[in-house]
Nanobody, 126 residues
Framework: QVQLVESGGGLVQAGGSLRLSCVAS????????MGWFRQAPGKERDFVAS????????YYADSAKGRFTISRNNAKNTLYLQMNSLKSEDTAVYYC???????????????????WGQGTQVTVSS
């Protein structure tokens, strides 16, 4: 059974940084593209960033470009999201997700992903 477990969320002041982690188990992590999404109260789940299975290509939402960095360590089955210069509008529950198919580039569409973590809360105070 595939499991994705996020951690690293919390309360931070505007301008601060957080690093989210997502540990995967249950299938060969290095074969699957991964993504980060976020959902604020009353809003849809939005794409934040994604990374290909080997880590050579990354994709970002406009809101994340220049501030967030997605990365992965396949030896540790772990996905990361480094978030800098945080703003109050970044407040949301952040989810990691695994692509539905191996060796396929995935980006913005939630339907491209089949497994999701439980989410980790990020709250940015202004």
């Amino acid at each position: 059974q595939v499991q994705l477990v996020e951690s690293g969320g919390g309360l931070v002041q505007a301008g601060g940084s957080l690093r989210l982690s997502c540990v995967a188990s249950g299938r060969t992590f290095s074969r699957y593209s991964m993504g980060w999404f976020r959902q604020a109260p009353g809003k849809e789940r939005d794409f934040v960033a994604s990374i290909t299975w080997g880590g050579s290509r990354t994709y970002y939402a406009d809101s994340a470009k220049g501030r967030f960095t997605i990365s992965r360590n396949n030896a540790k089955n772990t996905l990361y999201l480094q978030m800098n210069s945080l703003k109050s509008e970044d407040t949301a529950v952040y989810y990691c997700a695994s692509s539905r198919e191996a060796f396929v580039v995935v980006t913005t569409t939630p339907g491209e992903y089949d497994y999701w973590g439980q989410g980790t809360q990020v709250t940015v105070s202004s």
